[in-house]
């Protein structure tokens, strides 16, 4: 492969190969385009890279023993950051009061993330300072933005760089090339993004900024964003039981709805206006038919066409039937989604289960049916709430918990990667190709190669090939990466 001015020049056999000024031998490595990851956050992936991971803890007391160890190591008017809390995981699922957290932290704030990044534990001193009333430790939704917002304002914009520097190394490190950086109200600020935006490619992941604000096409495009898109809640999530779902959840009610049809409608045109890209964060079938139906109202007012041209997307989309994803297809939307959501909670057991029966679990996440209808996927990982890993994406799409929504592996390789750009408005990059980015990454491969790719499924009696492991990332013909 030639590279010349961040693009392939020329593909072929080595010995037909061209003069070139450098030459870089690859001793065997696999060369396959760089991974894209289309959802995630990268202040709060920096922050869990080096802070407190609770993901493991599996009881309240563990979790209080985790806060005090960490809170020890950190200055009394320091705000302790964690992440990663999964009460469906525990046999006993009662949670930490305010007071018992403040005891652990010995006075500390405590701010600490459950999975889905939807609710939170805090201590009396970071509800006070939030205005709220400090008896209760968790927080769902409006409140949790409110604590969420003084806890991220408590970092420095010294420390802010620092934690989004960490995590684009990472990812780079893993073979993503770029990221899709999913800010806006409630999730992040202003002064967040424009950070993340300013490390785009210095070396580093290319980053393309989304601003999840209703009426913000504007200001998006402002900030330098790519959309008025990403994290633009139509509701919560099914973690804290607040996505909003046509029946009821095992423990009662209908989660949260944020954003009517008109609303959707109104933002929609706004883009299309601003000449921006329009989405939202619909995770409950009842979201996602309200912000379809807010599709149908768009392409009435605008037509079809307008709409489709866009390339509007929904982020998770993790309850939807088949008459939903028509309308996907019909409109063109890009549906930006989590395999490893199912991974961790799908199947007859785990937090969806729990959250919603059996029959709605399974019925969770049907990837491989949106693939096979024609939707338009991008893959990512929303980290921190599910790891920085690409080549585990693939496979949880490829091997999903319900087999009928299985995909292939080099199509949920292409949503990983093609899928990424083209969601970001970008159709050069994402293959290899003359004339194409020269945007890739180099593997060894101690699982082996199939057809192309790495071999990641397990065999016939359950043993799973070794993983890839990155030897080089390269983003428009520099390297950001290497061993």
Same mark, same amino acid.
């Given at each position: 492969?030639?590279?010349?001015?961040?693009?392939?020049?020329?593909?072929?056999?080595?010995?037909?190969?061209?003069?070139?000024?450098?030459?870089?031998?690859?001793?065997?490595?696999?060369?396959?385009?760089?991974?894209?990851?289309?959802?995630?956050?990268?202040?709060?992936?920096?922050?869990?890279?080096?802070?407190?991971?609770?993901?493991?803890?599996?009881?309240?007391?563990?979790?209080?023993?985790?806060?005090? %160890?960490? @809170?020890?190591?950190?200055?009394?008017? &320091? #705000?302790?950051?964690?992440? *990663?809390?999964?009460? !469906?995981?525990? +046999? $006993?699922?009662?949670?930490?009061?305010?007071?018992?957290?403040?005891?652990?932290?010995?006075?500390?704030?405590?701010?600490?993330?459950?999975?889905?990044?939807?609710?939170?534990?805090?201590?009396?001193?970071?509800?006070?300072?939030?205005?709220?009333?400090?008896?209760?430790?968790?927080?769902?939704?409006?409140?949790?933005?409110?604590?969420?917002?003084?806890?991220?304002?408590?970092?420095?914009?010294?420390?802010?760089?620092?934690?989004?520097?960490?995590?684009? %190394?990472? @990812?780079?490190?893993?073979?993503?090339? &770029? #990221?899709?950086?999913?800010? *806006?109200?409630?999730? !992040?600020?202003? +002064? $967040?993004?424009?950070?993340?935006?300013?490390?785009?490619?210095?070396?580093?992941?290319?980053?393309?900024?989304?601003?999840?604000?209703?009426?913000?096409?504007?200001?998006?495009?402002?900030?330098?964003?790519?959309?008025?898109?990403?994290?633009?809640?139509?509701?919560?999530?099914?973690?804290?039981?607040?996505?909003?779902?046509?029946?009821?959840?095992?423990?009662?009610?209908?989660?949260?709805?944020?954003?009517?049809?008109?609303?959707?409608?109104?933002?929609?045109?706004?883009?299309?206006?601003?000449?921006?890209?329009?989405?939202?964060?619909?995770? *409950?079938?009842?979201?996602?038919?309200?912000?379809?139906?807010?599709?149908?109202?768009?392409?009435?007012?605008?037509?079809?066409?307008?709409?489709?041209?866009?390339?509007?997307?929904?982020?998770?989309?993790?309850?939807?039937?088949?008459?939903?994803?028509?309308?996907?297809?019909?409109?063109?939307?890009?549906?930006?989604?989590?395999?490893?959501?199912?991974?961790?909670?799908?199947?007859?057991?785990?937090?969806?289960?729990?959250?919603?029966?059996?029959?709605?679990?399974?019925?969770?996440?049907?990837?491989?049916?949106?693939?096979?209808?024609?939707?338009?996927?991008?893959?990512?990982?929303?980290?921190?709430?599910?790891?920085?890993?690409?080549?585990?994406?693939?496979?949880?799409?490829?091997?999903?918990?319900?087999?009928?929504?299985?995909?292939?592996?080099?199509?949920?390789?292409?949503?990983?990667?093609?899928?990424?750009?083209?969601?970001?408005?970008?159709?050069?990059?994402?293959?290899?190709?003359?004339?194409?980015?020269?945007?890739?990454?180099?593997?060894?491969?101690?699982?082996?190669?199939?057809?192309?790719?790495?071999?990641?499924?397990?065999?016939?009696?359950?043993?799973?090939?070794?993983?890839?492991?990155?030897?080089?990332?390269?983003?428009?013909?520099?390297?950001?990466?290497?061993?």
């Amino acid at each position: 492969m030639l590279v010349r001015d961040g693009r392939i020049a020329w593909l072929g056999d080595s010995g037909d190969a061209p003069r070139a000024d450098r030459t870089v031998e690859l001793d065997n490595g696999l060369v396959t385009p760089a991974f894209v990851d289309a959802h995630q956050h990268a202040t709060d992936t920096g922050l869990a890279i080096d802070g407190l991971d609770l993901s493991a803890v599996r009881d309240r007391s563990e979790l209080l023993d985790a806060v005090a %160890a960490f @809170a020890s190591t950190r200055a009394p008017e &320091a #705000v302790v950051h964690g992440h *990663g809390w999964d009460e !469906s995981t525990w +046999a $006993d699922q009662t949670l930490p009061t305010a007071g018992e957290l403040d005891r652990a932290a010995g006075g500390r704030r405590v701010y600490l993330s459950q999975a889905s990044v939807h609710s939170a534990l805090t201590s009396p001193a970071l509800l006070a300072a939030a205005g709220l009333p400090t008896g209760e430790s968790l927080v769902k939704e409006e409140q949790h933005h409110a604590v969420r917002a003084i806890a991220l304002n408590d970092l420095t914009p010294a420390q802010r760089t620092t934690a989004q520097r960490a995590a684009l %190394a990472k @990812a780079a490190s893993l073979g993503i090339a &770029a #990221v899709h950086e999913c800010g *806006g109200p409630g999730t !992040s600020s202003e +002064a $967040d993004l424009t950070s993340v935006l300013a490390l785009s490619g210095q070396g580093l992941p290319q980053v393309f900024g989304y601003w999840g604000e209703l009426g913000g096409a504007l200001k998006a495009k402002e900030l330098g964003a790519v959309g008025a898109a990403g994290d633009l809640y139509a509701d919560g999530a099914l973690g804290s039981s607040t996505a909003h779902v046509r029946s009821e959840y095992s423990t009662g009610g209908c989660g949260e709805a944020f954003v009517s049809a008109s609303q959707a409608a109104d933002h929609l045109i706004d883009c299309i206006t601003v000449g921006v890209q329009g989405g939202f964060h619909a995770i *409950g079938d009842a979201a996602i038919e309200t912000v379809l139906e807010g599709f149908a109202l768009a392409a009435k007012s605008v037509g079809v066409d307008a709409v489709r041209e866009g390339r509007h997307r929904i982020e998770h989309v993790e309850l939807i039937d088949k008459a939903m994803i028509a309308r996907m297809v019909e409109f063109g939307v890009i549906a930006s989604v989590q395999p490893v959501f199912d991974e961790l909670w799908g199947g007859p057991d785990r937090m969806y289960a729990q959250r919603l029966g059996v029959e709605r679990a399974m019925a969770s996440n049907p990837i491989g049916a949106m693939h096979a209808t024609g939707v338009q996927l991008a893959f990512g990982s929303d980290s921190p709430v599910t790891p920085l890993d690409p080549w585990a994406v693939v496979v949880a799409a490829a091997a999903p918990r319900n087999p009928v929504y299985r995909m292939n592996v080099r199509a949920a390789f292409a949503a990983s990667t093609s899928g990424g750009w083209r969601a970001a408005l970008v159709d050069d990059a994402g293959v290899l190709a003359p004339g194409k980015s020269a945007t890739f990454a180099v593997w060894d491969t101690p699982g082996g190669v199939r057809a192309g790719l790495p071999d990641l499924l397990p065999d016939v009696e359950g043993v799973a090939p070794a993983r890839p492991v990155c030897r080089r990332t390269v983003l428009h013909g520099q390297t950001i990466y290497e061993v």
